[in-house]
C-alpha cells in the first residue's frame, strides 16, 4: 500500500498564507503524480495543483498566480505553498498520487486523509 499523510492546515485571515505538507509512504516505486485537491460544503472535489515527476504541473484558474506546488524527490514529499488566500480557499485538502508499487506494472491513485484550511476574518 501507499500511505500519505498531510500537515499544515489552519485557519488564517484572508491575505495570509499556508504551506501544506504531504508525505507519501509504502512500497513505493515511483511517484508519478503528486497533487492536491479540495472539496468545500456541499460542492464536488475539485484539483488545486499537480507536478509530474518530469516537472509539469496543472493549476486551476483559480489559484493561478497565488499557489505553488513543488516536491522534494528524497523524501517524497509534495508542497502546497498557498499565498493571498481568501475565503472561497476554505476547504478540506487532499493529498493525492498516482504511484507505481513495488512489483507492479500499473499505476494507481492514493489519497490522504484530508486537512482543514480556513480563512476567514
Known amino acids: 500500500q501507499v500511505q500519505l499523510v498531510e500537515s499544515g492546515g489552519a485557519s488564517v485571515q484572508p491575505g495570509g498564507s499556508l504551506r501544506l505538507s504531504c508525505t507519501a509512504s509504502?512500497?513505493?516505486?515511483?511517484?508519478?503524480?503528486m497533487g492536491w485537491y479540495r472539496q468545500a460544503p456541499g460542492k464536488q472535489r475539485e484539483l488545486v495543483a499537480s507536478?509530474?515527476?518530469?516537472?509539469?504541473?496543472n493549476y486551476a484558474d483559480s489559484v493561478k498566480g497565488r499557489f505553488t506546488i513543488s516536491r522534494a524527490n528524497a523524501e517524497n514529499t509534495v508542497f502546497l505553498q498557498m499565498n493571498s488566500l481568501k475565503p472561497e480557499d476554505t476547504a478540506v485538502y487532499y493529498c493525492?498520487?498516482?504511484?507505481?508499487?513495488?512489483?507492479?506494472?500499473?499505476?494507481?491513485?492514493?489519497w490522504g486523509q484530508g486537512t482543514q484550511v480556513t480563512v476567514s476574518s
Open positions: 509504502g512500497s513505493i516505486l515511483s511517484l508519478n503524480v
Open positions: 507536478l509530474t515527476s518530469g516537472g509539469s504541473t
Open positions: 493525492y498520487t498516482r504511484a507505481r508499487r513495488t512489483g507492479y506494472v500499473y499505476d494507481y491513485g492514493y
